[in-house]
């Protein structure tokens, strides 16, 4: 999977170093930025969304680059699914709020969380993560009278087993008193959150608060299964409906929120930004592929080739019902679970009751191609994938675990 690491997070996404060498680096990664970033925006924007507009601005993104000595200079979509200009806004961040991090003489690390809900209520479930965040910390500094900075973040991943959203919060809390009222503040608003994994909080330090901003909503959905053998296999899946589900909920919500003296960083970036390049000449490009290229001599300007793990992303998609692909080739279904010896499909409902159990397999249903193959047979998939398709008769090997994130942007 590190051949796909800039889909799955984007935690090298630092302030920029400005030797020769590390600008050309940069380059190479903004183009990869790109290159991935064209994979998934342009099956997005083909969705019946709010976004459409906003995804196919994506595809345009820095799409031509202006260079003049020492700068490369283009127009960019500010979209928060878009790498490129996530690697511009999350180092603008880190030079905003670390030093203030960094600063604290403690740090606590606080995760605050409730049970999973479907995609239709999501948006009114992240206005109540943010109205409860803002009452608790008006009742400690009001009513408890006490005086500490903190640093939240909202972010939400995606189950595919149950098809359900997971939003949560993480803090940064200067105060041990402060981040342990709030926690404890948290589950007496609601009873259903627990103190686990989900709701906890830990001693931080300047490394784990990096973490913090790898990422606002995770994109890919691993899991890891037996192979052949007999080690672990792993895969990963983008679901395009996920991600929308997401991106709208989150749209006109601040990722970032400070509290005391730390000070708030813009999250807003420029439509028109001059970047480093480290060169001293004077060129048009304009993106072709996977590189911009010279109008004029047709070189390129990075070098940068995808490896096959990078191209391989397309064939990760999962499209939702009714949304046709350009190469349905490419298009990888949602799993679920069949009975060895009866062949009974289990609900998407009660796959979670069944997904460790070696009586039934996980199944991805193959699209329909010209003819059918011999050793196949149709049967129905889950209510939120694509309807019938051919499967094997040979079930794939049984999952050992179905990890319930989304792990991207």
């Known amino acids: 999977m590190g051949s796909t690491r800039l889909v799955l997070d984007t935690s090298e996404q630092l302030p920029p170093d400005t030797t020769q060498e590390n600008l050309k680096k940069n380059l190479e990664k903004r183009a990869r930025a790109k290159f991935v970033t064209n994979i998934v925006a342009f099956p997005l924007s083909k969705l019946r969304s709010p976004l459409e507009k906003a995804y196919k601005l994506t595809e345009r993104c820095s799409g031509e680059l202006t260079e003049t000595p020492g700068k490369l200079t283009g127009l960019y979509c500010g979209c928060r699914w878009c790498l490129v200009c996530s690697r511009i806004r999350t180092a603008r961040l880190m030079t905003g709020y670390m030093p203030a991090i960094e ?70 809390f200067d105060d041990f008193q402060a981040a342990d009222l709030f926690l404890q503040e948290w589950l007496a608003r609601n009873p259903t959150a627990l103190l686990d994994k989900g709701n906890k909080l830990v001693k931080g330090d300047n490394k784990s608060c990096m973490e913090l901003f790898k990422y ?49 960083v813009p999250e807003e970036i420029e439509t028109e930004i001059a970047l480093e390049s480290g060169r001293s000449e004077v060129n048009f490009w304009k993106w072709l592929n996977h590189d911009w290229v010279n109008k004029d001599t047709e070189a390129a300007l990075t070098g940068y080739v995808p490896a096959p793990g990078i191209q391989d992303i397309a064939n990760h998609i999962v499209f939702p019902a009714g949304v046709a692909t350009e190469n349905p080739a490419q298009a990888i279904l949602v799993p679920y679970y069949v009975h060895k010896e009866t062949g009974e499909v289990v609900s998407n409902e009660s796959a979670h009751l069944v997904k460790d159990s070696f009586d039934y397999a996980k199944v991805y249903p193959s699209l329909p191609e010209s003819g059918q193959k011999k050793g196949c047979k149709l049967v129905p998939t889950p209510e939120h994938a694509i309807e019938a398709h051919q499967l094997p008769i040979d079930p794939p090997a049984e999952p050992v675990q179905v990890q319930k994130q989304l792990t991207l942007f």
């Not at 006109?252 to 708030?264: D, E, L, M, S």
Request: net charge positive.
């Open 103 to 172: 600063a604290m003489e403690e740090k606590w690390f606080l995760t605050l969380s409730r049970p999973n809900v479907p995609g239709a209520k999501l948006e009114d479930e992240i206005k109540y993560y943010l109205r409860t965040a803002s009452l608790i910390q008006r009742h400690l500094r009001e009513k408890r009278k006490l005086n500490y900075s903190s640093l939240r973040k909202i972010e939400c991943t995606y189950n595919e087993v149950t098809n359900e959203y997971h939003p949560h919060f993480h803090f940064i």
């Open 216 to 264: 606002f909503t995770k994109v890919v959905s691993k899991t890891k299964s037996k192979s052949k053998s007999g080690g672990e296999a792993s895969d990963y899946r983008i679901h395009l409906a996920a991600l929308d589900t997401m991106f709208v909920a989150l749209r006109a919500v601040r990722t970032f929120q400070p509290c005391g003296v730390i000070k708030a």
